[in-house]
Every structure is written in C-alpha cells, then in structure tokens.
C-alpha cells in the first residue's frame, strides 16, 4: 500500500503539458533547422528545458522565441519583464497554457535569456 502511493508520482505518466511538450519537443530537432547558432545562451536554454517548449522559429505549445522577440520589438521594459517572467511564470499574455515558473534561475542568467531571446527577430 505504501508502495503504491510513494510510486505513483514517480511511475505514473508524467502530466499532460509536460508529455505534449516532450512529444513535440525542439531539443528532437537538430540546431541547424533554426539557423540560430550554439552560443553559451543558448546552451543556458537547453539546460533549463526551455526548449521543451519553445522552438526558435515555430509556434508549439508556446509561443517561439522569435514571436516573442517581434512581440516585444518596440517596447523598452520588454527585458524587465521577459527577465521576471522567465523567473516567476505565468500566463495570459499568449493563451491559457501556464509558463512554469524557473526559481533556481538567477537574475542574470534570466537577463542573459531574455536579451537573447529579443535578439532573435
Ligand atoms: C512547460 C512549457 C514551458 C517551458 C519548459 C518554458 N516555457 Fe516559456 N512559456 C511557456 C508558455 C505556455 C508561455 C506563454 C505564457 C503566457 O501566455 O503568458 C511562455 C512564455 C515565455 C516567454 C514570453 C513571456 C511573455 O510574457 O510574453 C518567455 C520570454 C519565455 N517563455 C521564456 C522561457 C525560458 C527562457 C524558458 C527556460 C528557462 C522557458 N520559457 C521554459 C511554456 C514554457
């Protein structure tokens, strides 16, 4: 009994944004469909599972990063709050799906994203 209900978060099937995201994942697709060179940032990205759910160039369950870069062209605070949001999560601002929130990201690796993200376009 004991067993049963310790094993199930461990065993169970993981939940479903989470299988949806790995099925589609970008990390499946190699760099070169992107044209977006490897750099340090972008490695920071791959680490943290960020491209579990955003590709660079195409829409999955989350917006890509270069929709988000257009998205945030011409506004001056865009670094602020793509460097909070990265931190903190949340949704809203592109649709239902929850951005989950990143608490063992650092402020300057999440300004470090966030500016690579808007360099994107
Ligand atoms: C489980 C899926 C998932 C993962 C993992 C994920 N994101 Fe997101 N992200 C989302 C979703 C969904 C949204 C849209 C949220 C919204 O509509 O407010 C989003 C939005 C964003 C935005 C735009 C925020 C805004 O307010 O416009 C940025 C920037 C971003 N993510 C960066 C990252 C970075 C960097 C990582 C890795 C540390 C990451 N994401 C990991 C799902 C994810």
């Given at each position: 009994m004991v067993k049963v209900l310790l094993g199930i978060p461990r065993i169970g099937p993981p939940p479903a944004l989470l299988r949806v995201a790995l099925a589609v994942s970008c990390i499946a697709r190699a760099h070169a469909a992107d044209n977006v060179p490897s750099d340090a940032t972008r490695a920071l990205a791959e680490q943290h599972n960020?491209?579990?759910?955003?590709?660079?160039?195409?829409?999955?369950?989350?917006?890509?990063?270069?929709?988000?870069?257009?998205?945030?062209?011409?506004?001056?605070?865009?670094?602020v709050r793509l460097q909070r949001k990265i931190i903190d999560g949340g949704a809203g601002t592109w649709g239902n799906a929850p951005m989950?929130?990143?608490?063992?990201?650092?402020?300057?690796?999440?300004?470090?994203?966030?500016?690579?993200?808007?360099q994107l376009r």
């Open positions: 960020c491209m579990a759910c955003h590709c660079v160039t195409h829409r999955m369950l989350a917006p890509s990063f270069r929709q988000i870069a257009a998205h945030y062209a011409h506004q001056p605070d865009a670094s989950p929130a990143n608490t063992q990201i650092t402020d300057a690796q999440a300004a470090a994203l966030a500016a690579w993200i808007l």
